[in-house]
């Protein structure tokens, strides 16, 4: 999930080798934070948030799969 995520990540940012993604992870619940670097945090936000939900939508049907809650969070 997390090399997938950074995939996703590296295809819509300008700096593709700030991209890094560490992941979190407890008995019921998946944290993974993502950080890009700060001129790209436009584009994986979107407009209107549309980008981020998307990916998050994405991680949501992915949760389904592993019986686990995945939160993915924003770094700076």
């Given at each position: ?25 407890s ?50």
């Amino acid at each position: 999930m997390k090399d997938f995520l950074g995939e996703i990540a590296r295809q819509l940012v300008d700096f593709p080798d700030q991209v890094k993604v560490n992941e979190i992870e407890s008995e019921q619940t998946i944290i993974i934070e993502l950080s890009v670097a700060k001129e790209d945090f436009g584009k994986i936000i979107g407009t209107k948030g549309k980008n981020i939900n998307a990916i998050r939508t994405i991680m949501t049907g992915i949760s389904g799969k592993i019986h686990k809650r995945v939160i993915l969070e924003l770094v700076e």
